[in-house]
């Protein structure tokens, strides 16, 4: 049985902003695609993953400081070594600017599908180890032959 779908949530900080507005860059918001594509491909195969590309990007919705987010990766396709994933931004709340509340959000009815595209990944071959139901990765690393201390350099 293979996972065929990721979840990451995120609330936006300022320090994830690039200007005075607080508006989250289009780069920003795909550092935390690329963090649910590998968490899709580790509880897949085992393995991190190489991005060969994206493809079909649409931007629907600005991201702001503040708004709570969801990203969503779809397995699509496995092939031999490559993985096509679908991906979904959907804004789940926002800061209530109207609010003297700190932390005051507006919750929407339906998740707010901000932007989606397609993804392309490679897991090599020698790299495969199966599906991780648990989540937990099997160790990959062989065992090291024991040796003298003194011969390590540091």
């Avoid at 994830?16 to 935390?32: H, L, N, T």
Wanted: with cysteine; proline share 4%.
């Amino acid at each position: 049985m293979t996972r065929t779908v990721s979840y990451l949530s995120y609330n936006m900080t300022t320090s994830d902003a690039s200007d005075k507005d607080g508006r989250i860059p289009v780069g920003r918001q795909f550092d935390f695609i690329g963090d649910v594509e590998t968490e899709q491909m580790i509880l897949n195969d085992g393995d991190e993953s190489l991005c060969l590309g994206y493809h079909d990007v649409e931007i629907y919705e600005d991201v702001y400081v503040g708004d709570m987010m969801e990203y969503k990766a779809t397995m699509t396709h496995i092939g031999n070594t490559s993985r096509d994933c679908l991906i979904e931004v959907f804004k789940l709340a926002s800061r209530d600017k109207n609010s003297d509340k700190p932390g005051a959000m507006i919750w929407y009815d339906e998740p707010v599908l901000c932007s989606k595209g397609n993804v392309r990944l490679v897991v090599k071959k020698h790299l495969q180890r199966g599906e991780q139901p648990d989540g937990l990765v099997k160790d990959p690393w062989f065992e090291l032959e024991d040796f003298p201390e003194d011969d390590v350099e540091f």
